[in-house]
């Protein structure tokens, strides 16, 4: 079992900067595969960032590559999402992502993880 918190949402105007931040609890942190989704009104959940057990295979979404970027620290059991250069459509709750898989690959559908936070607001004006 593993719960997850998100923190680090907000407010922020557009070309600014939001580091979001999941702390895990549980044991064997670093045998889950993490990703961040995020979740606009009326939207479906989509994947935006996800890096694998070991920290060394990092996957963003297209839309968020070159502003975005997405790293974890096993010793604190936390994984981060580095926002920069955000936009209005960046607009959504952020959610924390926890995948029993030690894998290389990271996934990118909702369904295929475990275990979810319970989201962060994440607000950028134009």
């Known amino acids: 079992q593993v719960q997850l918190e998100e923190s680090g949402g907000g407010l922020v105007q557009a070309g600014g900067s939001l580091r979001l931040s999941c702390a895990a609890s549980g044991r064997i942190f670093d045998y889950y595969t993490m990703a961040w989704f995020r979740q606009a009104p009326g939207k479906e959940r989509e994947f935006v960032a996800g890096v694998n057990w070991s920290g060394t295979r990092v996957k963003l979404s297209d839309d968020v590559k070159g502003r975005f970027n997405c790293s974890r620290d096993n010793a604190k059991n936390e994984v981060y999402l580095q926002m920069n250069s955000l936009r209005p459509e960046d607009t959504a709750v952020y959610y924390c992502?926890?995948?029993?898989?030690?894998?290389?690959?990271?996934?990118?559908?909702?369904?295929?993880?475990?275990?979810w936070g319970q989201g962060t607001q994440v607000t950028v004006s134009s």
């Open positions: 992502a926890a995948d029993f898989a030690r894998l290389l690959i990271v996934k990118i559908i909702p369904s295929e993880y475990d275990y």
